[in-house]
């Protein structure tokens, strides 16, 4: 209200407000594309600042000669005006030195473009899909899968507490890559087109349901680099980041082999015992990263769209349902199948529903274990 | 019979209808070139208002407005109806206009084709912004709304996005098909194809790219209708289809479509150049050879908007240079139009001042162009915001700033009056400022590493997008302003001479101001 | 309208249904361009030929890729992750797949190759890709791809990714199903 009063200086004090109070990390700085920290991606940069300099110089002599005639062949200073109107010469001229300063970019464009597609196996091949709304890899050698979903909080995009430092820019699983080694990557994607970009590697390819393109990069540097999904993929497109943490290979190493050690663990917990409210605690981190975009927190969905789950009659009332729907997807609905989920995560989120929002007193209460999951995998005949 | 010729012969000295009908029924070239013209000025603001939501919620990063849903079907709205709404009927009513009077013709060809041309668009926009309302919420797959994301997965109301695309599309093409028949056979004699004024050639061409290419957007939908309710694969792999079949086909469309939206544009700003430098525009043949060559360019370069696409090399190569030999014909023209205004005798009304900061300004978009023609660093660019700078830079102040030049230098011979100068003048800086405010940040952003499409971003992009942002309702704004200018004008004004400008060549100079609502119905002798 | 004005009417009213016909056309058009030239990474299927059959071949591994598309719970394996081949023979090499539902089933694999210029050197005799698979609930097989790398193979090349998708098109098939032997082997 106070800015009322500032009349026509209120939004200027808006701006200059915003510029005070601005999140960290905001940056008047960040004018150009990174040099990246790959051979392909310095060649990049440096092809790019090639085609800069030379539109810039480009630019220079021509607006120059345009200026100067707005300047001096104003009808006040040039009360006659020439009466020329062609010049075959100058014509020509000015038709071929653009085509030789065009081969002259083409050709260093053309060679960078030719090492890009230099593509051959990786000692490290990882296969990326993407998924609405997240990524997931797959590392073929090794056989170690995840899964990367966007780490920051809803109460900071929605302005409820302050933006951290890597405010959209972080995972809760990074990608570990060894320094000095070729990495391949087989980029696909599970629904809609999305694109995986790295611009420290240079790296941009479209992941095509159905189709698999390739990608390598060799880091040389260890460090945390990030990325970002660059094709329209519906409402989350702007929410699922890529995080990929290049390290010496022991400490690559290191990961791998605990990365098996819980696909293992996994296994092992699959068959232990669990409490109910074990299984309603690890179910609502599941929901919360898997479900909360359609069925919301609430658990009420959005009318007309996702159904509600609380109150729902097959969550409360239909445990077999409730598991087929988790594994199968509704087909002609927009319900994923979500059987890529491990068996220790569908118990717990299936529970977790049947538990929360008032459904435990409400239905038949009976919650679902990992082995539960399992059986229905099982053969039926 | 002699009772009949009679009446009709008096109707004539008449005048147009009364009432409202006569909108609805006319058949005059003059009518249906104001009935464009006001649709997409009116296009042009609702699509202006959904850029200003847009732009409020990227003020500042988090969600604050909207949410990513709505976000979505903002940004497909705004390029829909800039695209197809705002830029094409503008375009297409200034045709109707000008070129008949350009060429010493009555009218156009095909008059009551014409009529139905115009009227079938609002009807077709009407459906599109119904979309809103409808559940599930409007088309949100982008303005070039790639499958699988717009057919598996889209909105109920994609079928009726379908159905406006085609009417749309039909309007275009019959649209193109009058002017090709009018220019080709009703100019006067003496009007040879060499010496037609530069904006009849721009036309000429635009309409043969119409004709090319709107019925391979009407493809492109009708596949999507197929695979969405006849249970066909044109775009599904689970069928032995391939979503990129649909980008070829797409893009095949879709860049002779932003070639179509310049072209005229580059006959309006030659035109504008020639009179108010006082010199006869440089290299006539050499405009029109330029103008050929990069028309049928425009066909083989599809697929520079794919190289993420996962291409072969050979196919990328080919494309990169292809894309980067159109530079040479646009930079003849770009050369050209300042050989004219050099040692020329130049004033600077609105309509000059528009047309030289196309010159500049297009030009720089054209330099963004030819840096996102070069593969491997658009493999950094494609899908980021510098994608997003490049192609405001040669719409906004290329194609609508020529729009708004013609506006002004063409209104006194449509309405008798002349507009306020000094308010023009305004509008032009208020809007030069505005439009380079706006977007030249987004070039930053874009190289920094902002994709498009994100109703939300990392803080490193926070500052330039809060100047894009004011700069974005700066030049909205700006644009109230001329629908002010253009409204006062049409109600009065100090009155305009035949001739209007002093440098003013062309047939349509030599009829009174306002045109009379029938023009040339003898033809003029030419010298 | 005068006679000329009618010609170019009649011409450019042809002119229209032919770009929207040539729009339909690019469709065909893209698998012919593609077929001829070899790129894009599909693979047709080919008959038995002698002549590619060579003593002298390179060695080249083969990766096999497996992915789902959304909707399909089906289990979906390369029973080998990499295949070390020599080029100018004939190998089989098998994947695994399981309907893990509760209901029939028929899935479509969809197969892509890269690099893209090798495609037009692989030579597939029999292949899962080429039918439809039909699976009863629980049920497990082991499907095969009988392939070849011809000799022809740019040098360059050391290492050829196969990978498939499959999409659940329960509710769109109506076409005859591949049979296949119900002994698991994995």
Known sequence: MLLKYLGKFQYLSIAALMLIANPIKADWFALNMTRGITDISNEVFELHMLIFWICVAIGVVVFAVMFYSMYAHTKKKNPVAATFHENTKVEIAWTIIPFLILIAMAIPASKTLVKIYDDEAGDVNIQVTGYQWKWQYNYLEDDISFFANLSTDADEIYNLVPKGENYLQEVDEMVLIPVGKKIRFLITANDVIHSWWMPDFAIKQDAIPGFVNTAWTKVDVPGIYRGKCTELCGK?????????????????????????????????????????????????????????????????????????????????????????????????????????????????????????????????????????????????? | MSAVIENHHEDHHHGPAKGLTRWLYTTNHKDIGTLYLWFSFAMFLIGGAMAMVIRAELFQPGMQIVEPEFYNQMITLHGLIMIFGGVMPAFVGLANWLVPMMIGAPDMALPRMNNLSFWILPFAFFILLSSLFMEGGAPNFGWTFYAPLSTTYAPPSVT??????????????????????????????????????????????????????????????????????????????????????????????????????????????????????????????SMVWAMLSIAILSFVVWAHHMFTVGLPLAAELFFMWATMLIAVPTGV??????????????????????????????????????????????????????????????????????????????????????????????????????????????????????????????????????????????????????????????????????????????????????????????????? | MNPDAKKTLRKLLIAVPLMFAFGFALVPLYDVFCEVTGINGKVFQSDYEDELLTDDGRPLAIQFISTNNENMPWVFEPSEKVMKISTGEYYTATFYVKNTTNKKMVAQAVPSVAPSNAAAHLKKLECFCFEQQELMPGEEALLPVKLLVSNELPKNIKNIIMSYTIFDITDYSDEPMAGHEMNMEH
């Open chain 1, 236 to 381: 989350n497109h702007g929410f699922m980041p890529i995080v990929v943490k290049a390290v010496e290979q022991d400490e690559y190493d290191q990961w791998v082999s605990e990365k098996k050690n819980v696909a293992m663990k996994l296994a092992e917990l699959t068959t232990k015992e669990w409490t109910t409210q074990e299984l309603v605690d690890r179910g609502e981190d599941v929901y919360a990263l898997n479900c909360v975009a359609c069925h919301q927190t609430n658990g009420q969905g959005i009318s007309g769209i996702f159904p509600a789950l609380a109150g729902s009659d097959i969550v409360l009332n239909n445990k077999e349902k409730n598991i087929e729907i988790l594994m199968e997807g509704v087909q002609g609905a927009a319900m994923n199948s979500f059987s890529y989920l491990s068996e220790v995560e569908l118990a717990a989120v299936i529970t977790y529903t049947r538990q929360e929002w008032g459904n435990a007193e409400n239905g038949d209460g009976e919650i679902v274990i990992p082995k539960d999951i399992v059986d229905y995998k099982q053969p039926k005949i």
């Open chain 2, 160 to 285: 009726f996005f379908i159905f406006s695309v085609h009417i749309m599309g039909a309007s275009s093409i019959m649209g193109a098909i009058n002017v090709v028949v009018t220019i080709m056979n009703m100019r006067a004699p003496g009007v040879g194809l060499m010496k037609m004024p530069l904006f009849v050639w721009s036309w000429l061409i635009t309409a043969y790219l119409l004709i090319a290419v709107m019925p391979v957007l009407a493809g492109a939908v009708t596949m999507m209708l197929m695979d969405i309710h006849f249970g066909t694969s044109f775009f599904n792999a689970a069928g032995g289809g391939d979503p990129v079949l649909f980008q070829h086909i797409f893009w095949f469309f879709g860049h002779p479509e932003v070639y179509i939206m310049i072209l005229p544009a580059f006959g309006i700003v030659s035109h504008i150049i020639e009179t108010f430098s006082r010199k006869q525009l440089f290299g006539y043949s």
């Open chain 2, 333 to 527: 023209k770009v050369f050209n139009w300042i050989a004219t205004m050099f040692r020329g005798s130049i004033t600077f009304e609105t309509p000059m001042l528009f047309a030289c900061a196309f010159v500049v300004l297009f030009t720089l978009g054209g330099f963004s162009g030819l840096m996102l023609a070069i593969t491997p660093a658009d493999f950094q660019y494609h899908d980021t915001y510098f994608v997003v700078a490049h192609f405001h830079y040669v719409l906004v102040p290329g194609a609508i700033f020529s729009i708004m030049a013609a506006v002004y230098y063409w209104i006194p011979k449509w309405c008798g009056n002349m507009y306020d100068e000094r308010l023009g003048k305004l509008h032009f800086w208020l809007s030069f400022i505005g439009v380079n405010v706006t977007f030249f940040p987004q070039h930053f952003i874009g190289l920094a590493g902002m994709p498009r499409r994100y109703p939300d971003y990392a803080l490193q992009f926070a500052d330039w997008n809060m100047v894009s942002t004011v700069g974005a309702f700066l030049f909205g704004v700006s644009q109230l302003l001329f629908l002010f200018i253009v409204v006062k004008t049409v109600m009065g004004g100090k009155k305009a001479t035949d001739q209007v400008w002093e440098g003013a060549r062309g047939l349509e100079w030599t009829v009174a101001s306002p045109a009379p609502y029938h023009t040339f119905t003898t033809p003029p002798k030419i010298d």
